[in-house]
């Protein structure tokens, strides 16, 4: 034994993923005594500007942005809890098929060796016990939500460190309740059409696939208002139209996939540290 606290790592592509994946589980380990770690991998110069602005209209200014969100970033670690944030701010991507996927020096473009070694230089420095970060297709296919998992598992391949190793990831049940709430809030939302409505039920896993439910019900009211610090991304965030109460209701529970353990914790399990304390 050592006296070295537990120690959770999230590695998220940019500013507001934090809170809308994992401020639940930030927030309540943070509150039990672990060190929090966050990693943000990009600038969220893609972000909307001021007023709602987007990126390519005229008034949007990606460094100013940056900027914003790093601020906005700091605001909602600290309502958080986070215990140490790292930044590797490489230059958002924008969404797939948007120019900044090609930009010199995006992190879709960076390659995936040399961003794992700056992680890897992290992670031997905090040792997480627990580190969590996107599936292969970043949830549901932002290139830098892919890239945060490339250079995620590429950087534990470097270090000799064993972590319990989760992948964020959402109930099936869940995201079909989630586009009743949204048509709840939206009347006059259209129906996807049949291609868009396949990808979206492609989103997730099946409930019985998941192997971690952490209950984050005490915390939602940290997680609604860590979101509502992303204040320049409010237009982006559905979740914050529903009010504190129907959003704890809705976001209590964090789900996750583990797939790298050594702990033998049966799944599925209530806890990222099950089997660690």
């Not at 070694?117 to 296919?141: I, K, S, W």
Request: hydrophobic letters at 40%.
């Amino acid at each position: 034994m050592t006296d070295r606290p537990l120690t959770l790592m999230a590695v998220h592509a940019h500013p507001d993923d934090e809170a809308t994946g994992t401020g639940g589980v930030l927030a309540r380990y943070a509150a039990e005594g672990i060190r929090t770690v966050l990693v943000t991998c990009t600038d969220g110069a893609c972000g909307d500007g001021p007023g709602g602005v987007k990126p390519g209209d005229p008034g949007h200014d990606p460094a100013a942005v940056a900027l914003m969100r790093r601020q906005e970033l700091e605001a909602s670690c600290d309502v958080l809890k986070v215990s140490d944030l790292e930044m590797l701010d490489y230059a958002d991507s924008g969404m797939m098929g948007w120019p900044g996927n090609d930009a010199p020096g995006s992190f879709w473009q960076t390659p995936v060796q040399e961003g794992a070694a700056r992680l890897a230089e992290l992670m031997r420095h905090y040792q997480p016990d627990v580190v969590v970060t996107y599936d292969e297709n970043g949830f549901y296919g932002h290139p830098d939500h892919i890239q945060a998992h490339r250079i995620t598992m590429a950087a534990l391949e470097m270090t000799e460190l064993s972590p319990k190793v989760y992948w964020t990831t959402a109930p099936r049940s869940m995201m079909q309740r989630f586009g009743e709430v949204m048509r709840e809030f939206h009347e006059d939302m259209p129906e996807p059409d049949p291609a868009e409505a396949a990808a979206l039920a492609e989103i997730g896993l099946p409930d019985d696939e998941i192997t971690t439910w952490v209950d984050t019900t005490g915390f939602s009211g940290q997680k609604f208002d860590a979101l509502a610090a992303h204040a320049s991304q409010g237009e982006n965030i559905f979740f914050l139209k529903m009010g504190k109460e129907r959003f704890g209701e809705l976001m209590g529970i964090e789900t996750f996939v583990r797939v790298q353990d050594t702990t033998d914790a049966p799944v599925p399990e209530n806890d990222l540290f099950a089997g660690l304390r």
